[in-house]
């Protein structure tokens, strides 16, 4: 790697594989969310209407292997990609998933008004939503995690550099103190006090941390990074077994699996293993990050494009293989519709807003 002619540091490499990871993982969430409403469709059971269920239970599992590679992703930035320099870069990297949040969860009370889902009053909502103790929509539970994990992480990563990051430190007491503080507040003074939802389970800090290993791994080391064609088959094949294996447990033990199983971890490891140090053409690689770059957007705001989808198209009296064909078919509008809306905010300069 050439160094920096301004006699500074080598300029750090652009890793387009991980570009590719985070665009998958993106497309992984579309595809697990869809089959998951495949299966509610039908109460979770297969006798409720059989081909709906399978093809929804398959794609759901499918996509079991996004949320444990996202939290990989966010360690591997704060640890190995780009550690923070100080607070003012932490606050800056906070705030731009923050606002994005604040303004989705606005839209989404706005349109769960619209079509008579919301179980309160909006301004109520609104209020809980501050604490976490209410999501408008249900997949912005990983940015309530993603971001007290982010936060524990470049704590780490200052203080290991010689900072004294105070505000930090204070605020992260706060997130650990908060959720008993309010059980307490509630049972002395009698009031109804809203959950406090704002923090991380012990798995997702363990995906981050390995996860930033693993993908800071040089190619060639014992074989498990850099490799190329058919050995990628040493990681792609477990990937497909344990995929088998969640499909089984889903449908056999408990739906839906906690991203915390040992199954999803050989799956999602599989998965990252069979991508890692993966050589991106050049002519592909501009595409690719901006796709990339767009895949948050498309992750805030596709759960209002498949709701709408789902409710117009999917039913439970469906045959497999026109579930299966249905499947896919919502998967890649919700999709294209999901980054079209992503790509095209960006170029009206609104991505610090809306993702």
């Known amino acids: 790697m050439a160094a920096d002619p301004r006699g500074g540091r080598p300029p750090r490499e652009h890793r387009y594989d991980i570009d590719l990871i985070r665009l998958l993982c993106s497309v992984g969430v579309i595809l697990c969310h869809t ?57 800056r990297r906070i705030v731009r998933i923050v606002l994005p949040l604040a303004v989705w969860t606005a839209l989404y009370l706005a349109w769960g008004r619209l079509r008579g889902t919301n179980d309160d009053p909006v301004g109520d909502l ?6 976490a103790s209410v999501r408008p929509a249900y997949h912005l539970w990983y940015l309530y995690a993603y971001i007290p994990v982010v936060m524990l992480l470049a704590f780490v990563v200052l203080v290991r550099s010689g900072r004294r990051p105070w505000g930090l430190g204070a605020a992260l007491l706060v997130l650990a103190a908060a959720p008993s503080l309010f059980g307490d507040l509630s049972r002395v003074t009698g009031a109804e006090l809203p959950r406090f939802g704002w923090g991380f389970g012990p798995y997702q800090l363990i995906y981050a941390v390995l996860g930033a290993f693993l993908l800071a791994l040089p190619a060639g080391i014992a074989g498990i990074a850099g490799i190329a064609g058919r050995k990628r088959l040493l990681w ?51 595409r690719l990050t901006r796709l990339a770059d767009a895949s948050f957007g498309a992750y805030l705001v596709h759960v209002l494009v498949l709701g709408v989808l789902t409710d117009l198209f999917v039913s439970a009296d469906l045959a497999l293989l026109p579930a299966a064909a249905l499947m896919v078919a919502v998967t890649a509008a919700t999709t294209l519709l999901s980054f079209g809306a992503a790509l095209l905010w960006g170029r009206l300069g609104m991505s610090r807003v809306l993702g």
């Open 35 to 91: 089959g998951s409403a495949f299966v509610n469709a039908v109460g979770r059971e297969p006798s409720g209407g059989a081909g709906t269920y399978w093809a929804g239970l398959v794609a759901d599992s499918a996509g079991r292997f996004a949320v444990p590679l996202f939290f990989a992703i966010a360690g591997w930035v704060v640890l190995v990609g780009a550690p923070p320099k100080d607070g003012v870069q932490l606050r």
């Open 236 to 286: 792609t094949l477990p990937a497909l077994v344990a995929l088998t294996a969640v499909i089984g447990y889903q449908h056999r033990v408990h739906y839906a699996i906690p991203y915390a199983s040992v199954l999803v971890a050989l799956f999602s490891a599989g998965v990252l293993l069979s991508l890692h140090r993966l050589r991106i053409p050049e002519r592909l690689r501009p």
């Open 126 to 131: 609104a209020l809980d939503s501050l604490l």
